[in-house]
């Protein structure tokens, strides 16, 4: 039984930082309906920017202070590549964050190189045992940090000023404009916010396995979350993150041995199962605009 | 009109003159060509990038110190496959295109899977190819007649590791993590036939993506399985950190293992103190291992270039490698009067002596791959790999 409440608890870390890495996709598509493909390279930007201030400073700071910097990185985002595009095809919008993808990814080997690096220093090694049950460095990071800003930013979106104010832009733009709320300003936010947001989970991921192109790959776990949480559901995205990070950790700890890779197909599985029945995902709006 | 004897011979001074000389200069002024598709983008672009870096030096290093190919000088000739078999295909197609098969003497690519995607095509053009793959169905001359693998195959590497394992601990308990990938499951059915002969039972095997966000169900699993060794396959040091990480707080005391793709040393910078004691299989030279005539070669030629002296990478010593040993393979052909694809094909099946300069045991081609390799244990507090084994011929 120690073994299913390990997987558990280690799947709730796992699941807490998918959250994460899925809200910022879920505020920009709430705010703007842009389907984000650049998600992954908002993760690897986040995490060779932690890695770069990581080198002058202890690797908490350097995550705090990558914050401002990846929501730079987002301001110029949607200055550059979404606004140019408001009022175009929704396919149009979304070539252009492929394309920025494609452009993120040359831009980050331009800048840092492609040499295999690592991050230096570490997070304080907290080690929390229950009973038998021990709850990594790693694990425990994931959930002291991804839950509070996950329940904060859905408290944020709910109870401030601001908050309401993207709530009103991403219900409808142009009467939000209408009622003199600065809608371009709150979007550019937004896109700031999840590049902000997407750069703690590229920090973290790059805690496990170092700094490198293979993060673009583990931010596509962001996808199946967000279609299950519900594309325009933060609360839906933190609830099938962790849905996702036990349905994973289980099947590896059960399935693997009969079928070899099936917890990689998992999420999809439970994507493709929910979408059938509910096809605007556990959380969304019935009128979800698909695309 | 009577023609004398002299004007006949001035006439045919004369000829060879005005048309021979011109063309045989030509000939000898022709360079002979190395075309290297690489990664220099995408996931695997850290290897791509170090190898076109070797490559580039090897070129120099055949054409200022081994004073060419036989008159003639190598010239490199680049692209990028993104790690991508329909780009690198393309690139394939566009060198051959473009170059002349009396220039274009060998092709170095950059996967199994575009090795396999060309291999017919290098069959029909008889073109001398290897790759960063050390796949064992490449090195297959029945059935990829123009691949040469150079060094030993995963299977090989395994074969290394299950010998160790077996001298030190007879009937070791062990188990496989590999990643699902063609590069992960190559010498997996190998392993299990190995093990089995030589008495080490297969405890666990773990099937795992090639980038983890987490390792604790596969090493909670294997902790039950209680290895004493554990091998992992397929992964370029994006999952390796972790999982001994995460074996470390997990209280997992196995030996973990690894090959090629496994030896380099950033594995201490990411997995810290966990990576001690991380056995990897490594066939060429660590750039630290000063004693390496080839290691003072090239920071030579590096400082001569005004380059960094800093670490080389294991892709770039890998690449290095393959260059200068084409590059000499080339001259032998050359020397015999045969520089030609067919030429350096035959030179490469009959190079026994050459160690390129310590990089390799020997350029005896067993199956056209290099069975040779040694095993090297991090010592995560040097931060390096030391020797753990001397040179051990696998086949």
Redesign the interface.
Known sequence: MT?FW??LL??V??GA??ALMSMGFVLVYRATSVVNFAIGEFLLVGGYVTFTLAHFLPLPLAMLGALPVAFLVGVGVERAFVRPLIGRSVVAVIMATIGLALTL??AA?LVW??????L?G?LPPV?LTFGEL?L????FWSLAISLPVALGLIYFLQKSRWGVLVRAVSESEVAALAMGIPAPRIVTAVWGLSAALAAVGGAL?AG???V???LV??GL?VFPVTILGGLESVGGALAAGLIV?VA??LS??YL??YL??I??TVPFIIVLIVVLVRPYGLFGRRDIERV | MKVTRRQLLQTGIGTVAAYGVPRFARAQARPVKLAALLPLTGPFAFAGNAALDAFRDATDYVNEVMGGVGGRKLELIVEDTGYDVAKGTAAFNRVIGKESPEELLFVYGDSTGLSKALAPEIARLGVPYSATSYSSELADPERYPGIWVFGPTYSDMMEALLRYIHEKKPGARIALVHSNSEFGRDPIPYVKQRAAQLGLPIVAEEVTPLVLSDATPTILKLRQAKPDFVLTQGYVLTAEPLLVKTAREYGLNATFMGTYYSSEVILMKRAGPAADGFIATYHNAYSYDKSTPAVQAIYELRAAKGKEPGYLTTFYMGAFFVGVAVGEAMRRAAAAGELTRPGITKALGKMWDYDAMGLIHSMRFVGHRLPYTRLYRANAGKGIYEPLTDWLELA
């Open positions: 073994f390990q997987l280690t799947g870390a796992t930082l998918y990814d040359g080997q190189g492609p040499d295999q690096k690592y230096s570490s080690l021990i990594p460095p790693r694990a991921l496990l396995s170092g490198g192109p293979h790959q583990l776990m990070g994973e950790a590896k700890g693997e041995a070899p890779g917890s990689e």
